[in-house]
């Protein structure tokens, strides 16, 4: 058998960036789902958020972006993936030529 091409089907999904100074909020947003703690640094900051999933723990650290998949779980990604990996959707009325890479106003 030969290889064959494949396309990535369009997927919109939830995501909320990891500051560390929005853990209750992260957490919150992920507790409906899923389980996750948090651990503060020696100074009292936030310093990662440790997602409980099926597949293990994962860990979010600060600017780290965590993502609501398709099925409800949770999980972190790198910042420069998920620029690399996603763009800001936009009702389809709004969608245009215009740039909706993250920070462009529209």
Request: proline content about 4%.
């Amino acid at each position: 058998m030969t290889a064959q091409t494949f396309r990535k089907k369009p997927v919109v999904i939830e995501a909320m960036q990891f500051t560390g100074y929005n853990a209750g909020e992260v957490a919150e947003w992920i507790s409906g789902n899923g389980e996750v703690t948090i651990e503060s640094d020696e100074n009292g900051s936030w310093e990662k958020l440790t997602i409980h999933t099926l597949e293990g723990d994962m860990v979010a650290t600060r600017e780290d972006w965590v993502i609501k998949g398709i099925k409800g779980e949770f999980y972190p990604c790198k910042p420069d993936i998920f620029l690399d990996t996603y763009e800001r959707a936009a009702p389809e009325a709004e969608i245009g030529t215009e740039d909706l890479r993250f920070g462009s106003e529209s």
